[in-house]
């Protein structure tokens, strides 16, 4: 946080108002830096995660300037529009431009798949200010004539790396092919490959880069061990761990989709009851993953660093790094799952000789060295009967030990986000 306020920002009474009563009182860093652009009509490229702020910073200004000379926006048209990769994200988005537009007189919508559309249609008929949207549905109602785009003057493109990873590329240069040339563009990703830098080059015009490390969580709170093993004995590993009961909700992470699904159908056979979730799943499919977890009937979450972001699970128990992360930071994110709002945790480390480098990396970011888990003999019925994909990375061997799926040991905390549209204020 800094000193500054919101208001020597620029921003009028209306949203200072909004921002006091959600306890902001003072600008985040990505804040601090992209405000000031994005006030001066800049295109940014902000290179930030969840949890930075990063909404706040595209959303102020968008209300600012919205806000200010009282343009009506003409029906089935929008002035600002964002997209965002997931319905979760979507709906937060949403939600946010509701609490900081609260005293303005602005309309938004929350156009997402997986709901009937007529609620959505019913909304974009008079038009709206803010147009929040996950990019399928969006380029439905486009073709089917309930929305044009033409007067967009504000867009921004949320999560672009998620947004790639799951296969949404051709839906979003569709809509920007809609969109009018003239306007502001924003563009957030957490993280930089080429394809998220191509459609940068693409989308904005001499943008002003920001780029926030990763908070760093309080990892005090997290035991940290690590086991040294070879790569073709972590999956028995994993199935001796999770026979002890205080592993009662556990994200497992791995590097890649194929691992992620490879986990899963392991602990699947063995008896545990897991799900999985990842950029190849469709999003009714993580939606479903995510509920089981929250419920507890899923007792194993399995996840990708992309995929696993956002998460916001109370009461993870434990976090194992099935396969050390390439990204330093990314150990610190997937960690933090575990130990929230004042709790402890433990995170177990699998490294094989392989990811010894890499745990060295760990090691010099979080300045402290992990705990050295002694060489344990895995009792063979941890390893089942009949795991998927044997061969020699793996050592599937011995009986397997069904256990009780956990059933019910967690109540539903909330209900799956459903469209939504409303006026901001
Ligand atoms: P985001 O990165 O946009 O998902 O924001 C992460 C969290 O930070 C959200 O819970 C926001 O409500 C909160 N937040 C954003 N900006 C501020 C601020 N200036 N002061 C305090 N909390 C903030």
């Known amino acids: 946080m800094t000193n500054t306020t919101f208001a020597e920002l620029g921003f009028s009474e209306p949203i200072c108002r909004a921002l006091a009563a959600e306890n902001y009182s003072a600008p985040t860093p990505i804040q601090m830096r992209a405000i000031p652009h994005l006030l001066q009509g800049k295109d940014l490229l902000g290179i930030a995660q969840t949890g930075t702020g990063k909404t706040a910073a595209f959303a102020l200004p968008i209300l ?14 929008a002035h600002a529009l964002v997209l965002a990769p997931t319905r979760e994200l979507a709906v937060q988005i949403g939600q946010s431009f509701a609490a900081y537009g609260r005293h303005l007189a602005l309309r938004h919508a929350v156009i997402l798949g997986g709901v009937s559309q007529g609620s959505q249609v019913k909304a974009l008929a008079r038009g709206v200010d803010i147009l929040v949207a996950t990019p399928g549905r969006l380029l439905d109602l486009v073709e089917q004539g309930h929305v044009r785009l033409d007067d967009v003057k504000f867009l921004v493109l949320d999560e672009a790396d998620r947004m790639l990873d799951m ?30 830098a191509r459609l940068a080059a693409d989308l904005l015009r001499e943008p002003e880069r920001v780029e926030v490390t990763p908070q760093v969580v309080t990892v005090d709170r997290i035991e940290q061990r690590v086991f040294f093993i070879p790569a073709a004995q972590k999956h028995a590993l994993l199935v001796d761990l999770l026979k002890d009961d205080d592993m009662s909700r556990v994200i497992v992470f791995t590097r890649t989709k194929n691992h992620a699904n490879r986990v899963n159908d392991y602990l699947g056979h063995a008896g545990v009851a897991a799900d999985v979730i990842h950029g190849n799943k469709s999003q009714n499919a993580r939606q479903r993953a995510l509920e089981r977890f929250r419920t507890g009937d899923a007792r194993v979450l399995v996840a990708t660093d992309i995929a696993a972001r956002g998460i916001d699970v109370e009461g993870v128990s434990h976090v194992v ?9 990314s150990y610190v994110h ?7 709002a004042g709790k402890s945790g ?22 402290r060295p992990l705990a050295i888990e002694a060489p344990r003999a895995i009792s063979a019925d941890a390893a089942p009967v009949k795991a998927p994909h044997q061969g020699k990375r793996e050592t599937p061997h011995g009986k397997a030990a069904p256990r009780k799926p956990e059933q019910g040991a967690f109540r539903r905390r909330r209900q799956a986000p459903r469209g939504k549209s409303s006026k901001v204020a």
């Open 321 to 329: 790094n099935f396969e050390l992360p390439n990204e330093p930071e």
């Open 167 to 196: 296969g949404f590329i051709h839906d979003v240069r569709r809509i920007l092919a809609k969109l009018p040339r003239q306007r502001q563009s924003l563009l957030f990703s957490a993280t930089m490959p080429n394809d998220v």
């Open 64 to 77: 600012q300037k919205l806000g200010k000379p009282q343009q009506r926006v003409a029906p089935k048209s």
């Open 346 to 367: 433990i995170a177990f480390s699998f490294c094989d000789q392989s990811e010894r480098g890499l745990l060295r990396d760990i090691e010099r970011l979080t300045k």
């Open 334 to 340: 997937r960690i933090g799952r575990t130990a929230r």
